[in-house]
């Protein structure tokens, strides 16, 4: 069995707990509509954010949330898998192992995609304005960076399961920074020295102003790119890091 055929089988196994149960996927938007509820009418009064629409520049942040949050946790996923038995049980189908890794990987692209378009048609009523191509490939680009995430945090989980309590630790203070530091919520450019240095470094930060620039049209611009590439960059060391996780 080759690796496309494999990924595609632990993929759709993967997702059948969620067509099942479509419900898990509409409730764990409940925190990103609070944020626009509650959090989003108050950027019209903070500096920095210029003279445009504040949704079409909140939105695609709180999108960016949805990927790190929801990727970064799929690690738990498999820690139960370990503790009752049933990846033991995968490790000795003819499934080749790295087909183990990106299957489960991949299908986190699919709740990304529901929950994006979701949240889209939601902030369509509060005054966003988005370009429908732009949307489905900043929709597409966050895939792409979630597949790297949850890769990583695959091989998190696998690094330390026999102490869950060290994975979430990890996950909780790695992801808030990560979050905090790529300007999702408020705009960094006042922000002092050292923390634009940290900002600078943040891949999140360049998916999501590469996402702004897709949500307005604005293709041609140099974020796209830097965006592209910063996504693409975490997808490829995250595999890699997974894969070989996953084959020792």
């Known amino acids: ?10 993929m759709t196994r993967e997702l059948r707990p969620m067509v099942r149960d479509p419900f898990t996927v509409v ?6 509509l609070i944020l626009l509820a509650l959090f989003g009418p108050l950027l019209g009064t903070v500096p920095g954010l210029g ?10 942040g709180v999108l960016a949330m949805i990927a790190i949050f929801g990727t970064s ?8 898998e370990l503790h009752d038995g049933s990846h033991e049980r995968m490790l000795v189908t003819p499934l080749p192992r790295s087909s183990l890794l990106i299957g489960r990987a991949v299908k986190e692209m699919v709740p990304l995609a529901a929950q994006a378009v979701l949240i889209i048609l939601v902030a369509l009523p509060l005054g966003l304005s988005v370009n429908p191509f732009g949307a489905v490939v900043g929709i597409v680009l966050l895939g792409i960076f979630g597949i790297g995430l949850g890769a990583l945090s695959y091989s998190l989980a696998l690094a330390v399961r026999a102490q869950d ?12 920074p990560l979050l905090i530091l790529s300007g999702t919520m408020l705009p960094l450019d006042g922000a002092p020295g050292w923390m634009q240095f940290l900002v600078d470094i943040n891949p999140l930060g360049y998916v999501v102003t590469a996402e702004r620039a897709l949500f307005a049209g604005d293709f041609a611009s140099a974020t796209v790119l830097h965006g592209i590439v910063a996504a693409v960059s975490v997808a490829v060391v995250g595999l890699a890091v997974g894969i070989r996780a996953m084959r020792r």
């Not at 504040?54 to 939105?59: A, E, H, R, T």
Request: proline content about 4%; cysteine-free.
């Open 1 to 10: 069995m080759n690796t496309l055929t494999g990924s595609s089988i632990v």
């Open 27 to 32: 409730f764990s938007l409940t925190q990103p």
């Open 51 to 60: 003279d445009g629409n504040v949704w079409d520049w909140f939105v695609p």
């Open 73 to 80: 946790m799929t690690g738990s996923n498999l820690l139960t």
């Open 165 to 176: 309590w060290v994975f979430w630790a990890v996950q909780q203070t790695l992801m808030f």
